[in-house]
């Protein structure tokens, strides 16, 4: 799943490179799903690989398009995905799965941790609320990992990348 679509930054690359067998690519710009959908056809991608959803993920009326599709959802959106929180959790499969979050922060380790921790400590927030529980026969859900990154640092402003692995407290997955 990527929540922000965009012309296809992450989407295009899961689908050729990543083998994803499906990608829901849901997007807010008219003009970027248009790009979007011809890039999907000049790849030569197979039909029914792709669902690209035109709307504003925030709605239920849009996210309920993907709910309980994705074993990976990708957050591309800065300077904050933060908004994309709760359609994102609602979009884990009842497995669970990785969500990717990304934001800006300043450069500093202490402001990083604590940001990486906000991060979690929300996600598990909304997973606690989550309708539906999960597989594990409706066992808690945890957020188990959290890895933190930085992806580029330009005038003292970093491009954080947060890693969350969400799964039910029960369920068991080999890695």
């Not at 050729?16 to 248009?34: D, Q, T």
Request: aromatic share 8%; with cysteine; charged share 20%.
């Amino acid at each position: 799943m990527d929540l922000y679509a965009g012309v296809g930054y992450f989407t295009l690359p899961y689908l050729i490179h990543g083998r994803a067998k499906h990608v829901y690519a849901c997007e807010l710009n008219p003009h970027s799903v248009e790009a979007l959908t011809r890039a999907i056809t000049r790849n030569k991608i197979e039909p029914g690989r792709c669902t690209v959803i035109h709307g504003d993920n925030r709605l239920p009326s849009v996210y309920r398009q993907f709910l309980r599709v994705a074993d990976r959802v990708n957050m591309g959106l800065l300077p904050s995905c933060e908004e994309g929180f709760p359609p994102a959790v609602e979009a884990l499969s009842a497995r669970g799965g990785v969500l990717h979050v990304h934001g800006t922060i300043a450069d500093n380790k202490t402001i990083e941790a604590e940001w990486a921790e906000k991060c979690r400590l929300r996600i598990q927030s909304l997973l606690e609320t989550r309708d539906g529980g999960c597989d594990a026969n409706d066992s808690a859900w945890q957020v188990q990992h959290v890895l933190c990154a930085v992806r580029t640092c330009v005038l003292g402003i970093m491009d954080n990348f947060v890693s969350t692995v969400c799964r039910c407290a029960s369920f068991t997955w080999s890695t």
